[in-house]
């Protein structure tokens, strides 16, 4: 059983940069392969970013390529999103998850622990 929190979320205009991170609870941390969703207004969640439970592996959706980046530090239990040069369609309800086991990419069925999301809203 896993708890994840998000925090990091805010108010930020175009251009600038975001860490989330995501707290777990636990002493498996490192079992679990970690993912980043978002979810905007009006649209489908979509898969952003994942990091293998070493955190020797890292997967980006095609589109998160370059401005994204996914780590993790298993000793805080801690997975970590930084975003840069961040754009208004950026804007949207940022979601970790956690999949045991193997490393990504991961089905989405396979996130079997989810946080609550930190908003992150990007104005231009």
């Known amino acids: 059983q896993v708890q994840l929190v998000e925090s990091g979320g805010g108010l930020v205009q175009a251009g600038g940069s975001l860490r989330l991170s995501c707290a777990a609870s636990g002493r498996t941390f490192s079992s679990y392969a970690m993912g980043w969703f978002r979810q905007a207004p009006g649209k489908e969640r979509e898969f952003v970013a994942a990091?293998?439970?070493?955190?020797?592996?890292?997967y980006y959706a095609g589109s998160m390529k370059g401005r994204f980046t996914v780590s993790r530090d298993n000793a805080k239990n801690t997975v970590y999103l930084q975003i840069n040069s961040l754009k208004p369609e950026d804007t949207a309800v940022y979601s970790c998850a956690a999949a045991y086991g193997g490393p990504p990419p991961r089905p989405l069925r396979e996130y079997n622990y989810w946080g609550q999301g930190t908003q992150v809203t990007v104005s231009s």
């Open positions: 990091v293998s439970g070493s955190g020797g592996v890292t």
